[in-house]
C-alpha cells in the first residue's frame, strides 16, 4: 500500500494540486502508514515537508476543540442538546431565533447564514458575536443542512459562558493537554520553518506562516470555535485514536463512549448532507470516497485537510495538506476521495 499511495500522491505534487502531504493510516488499531511528501512551501525556495511540520487545519478545528468540548459538556450536565441557545445569549432571541437549540449549531441546521465576512469592517470577537445574534435566518430552524461558520463561532462563544474561562483555555487544559497535543493550539509561536504555507497575504505582503488563513478567525485574534487551530500529524493521530478508542485515550477518559455514538448517528435524515454533531456521515459525494462504508464519519479543512474513519473495518486517514498554497487549488475535491477509493481497495 505504501508505494501506491506515495506514488499517488507524488503524481498530484506533479500535477501542482498540492505543494506537499502528510498522511497517516490506522488499520484495526495498528498505523500502517506515516508518511510525508513534497513541500511545506514553494516560494521563494522550495522546503520540503518534515514530519512535524506543522498545519493551518481549518475547519477540524470544529471537530478537535468546539465539538469536543460541547461532548465533554453534555457529559459534566453543563448543557443539553435541547437548549436554546437564547438562555445563553438573551440577544440571539430576536429576528426568529428563539427556537434555535444547540443541536442545531451542531449539526448545521440552524438556519443561520454559512458565512459573513465580518474581517473586513475588522470586526473582533465580541462584535461578531453581537452581528451573529442579530443576524436574521436563511433556512427555517432544523430543516435544512447549510454549513455555517457562524454556529461554530457562537458555539465557542457559549461554551465560553458555561466553563467560565477563555476557549483557548479550556482546549488547553480539557483536550489538547490529556490527549498528550503538545504541539496543537491557537497562535502557536514556533519559528516559520515549521509551518506549511498557505495563501499569500496582501496585509502581509508575504504567504501566510502560522497565521490562520481564515479570516474572520484572523480577525478574532486567531481564536475561534470554526477555524485557528494548527497541529502536526503526530498530534492528530492522538486524536483519532481518541475517537476511535471510545473516547478514551491511555486510560484517560475524555468523552464518554455514549456521548461519542450519539454524535455519529445521523441528526439530518431529511436533508441530502448527512450530519452527526459536528461529524459529517451518510451522505453522497462525501471526500471519503466511494469504498468506505456507509457508517463511515468525518470532516475536511479547506486548507486542504481531512480525517475520516470507518469503524466497520477500524480504518482511519488523516490527510493534512496545504492546497491553498498550490496552483490548482480546487483539485483536492477529487483528489481526497480519490485517495480514500485506493486505501480502502487496498485493504
Request: hydrophobic share 40%.
Amino acid at each position: 500500500m505504501k508505494e501506491r499511495v506515495i506514488h499517488f500522491l507524488q503524481k498530484e505534487i506533479d500535477l501542482e494540486n498540492i505543494p506537499g502531504a502528510a498522511i497517516y493510516i490506522s488499520y484495526k488499531g495498528t498505523p500502517i502508514l506515516k508518511e510525508v511528501i513534497g513541500n511545506r512551501t514553494l516560494t521563494p525556495t522550495k522546503e520540503l515537508m518534515q514530519m512535524d511540520t506543522v498545519f493551518d487545519l481549518a475547519s477540524l478545528t470544529k471537530k478537535v476543540t468546539t465539538m469536543t468540548a460541547s461532548l465533554q459538556l453534555l457529559d459534566k450536565g453543563e448543557i443539553r442538546l435541547d437548549d436554546p441557545v437564547s438562555y445563553f445569549f438573551p440577544e440571539f432571541n430576536e429576528n426568529g431565533k428563539a427556537e434555535v437549540r444547540i443541536r442545531h449549531l451542531l449539526t448545521h441546521t440552524s438556519g443561520l447564514p454559512a458565512h459573513k465576512p465580518f474581517y473586513e469592517e475588522e470586526l473582533k470577537t465580541a462584535q461578531i458575536i453581537e452581528k451573529i445574534c442579530a443576524e436574521k435566518l436563511e433556512n427555517p430552524v432544523g430543516q435544512k443542512v447549510v454549513y455555517s461558520d457562524l454556529g461554530f463561532i457562537l458555539l465557542a462563544s457559549l461554551i465560553e459562558k458555561v466553563v467560565d474561562a477563555p476557549f483557548a483555555e479550556y482546549v488547553s487544559k480539557e483536550i489538547l493537554a490529556p490527549l498528550e497535543m503538545h504541539e496543537t493550539g491557537f497562535n502557536l509561536t514556533f519559528s516559520r520553518a515549521r509551518f506549511a504555507a498557505t495563501e499569500y497575504s496582501e496585509k502581509l505582503n508575504d504567504y501566510k506562516y502560522g497565521i490562520v488563513h481564515d479570516e474572520n478567525a484572523e480577525s478574532m485574534g486567531g481564536v475561534s470555535g470554526h477555524a485557528g487551530l494548527f497541529s502536526t500529524l503526530k498530534d492528530l493521530a492522538n486524536f483519532a485514536h481518541m475517537i476511535e478508542n471510545g473516547g478514551s485515550f491511555k486510560g484517560k477518559r475524555i468523552i464518554s463512549t455514549v456521548a461519542l455514538d450519539l454524535s455519529k448517528q445521523n441528526f439530518t435524515p431529511f436533508d441530502e448532507e448527512g450530519r452527526g454533531l459536528g461529524w459529517q456521515i451518510h451522505s453522497p459525494r462525501l471526500s471519503c470516497g466511494d469504498l468506505f462504508s456507509y457508517s463511515s464519519y468525518g470532516h475536511t479543512g479547506f486548507t486542504g485537510t481531512s480525517m475520516w474513519f470507518d469503524p466497520e473495518i477500524q480504518l482511519h486517514v488523516i490527510l493534512l495538506t496545504n492546497r491553498v498554497h498550490a496552483k490548482n487549488q480546487q483539485a483536492i475535491l477529487r483528489l481526497r476521495p480519490r485517495l480514500h477509493n485506493l486505501i480502502r481497495a487496498q485493504l
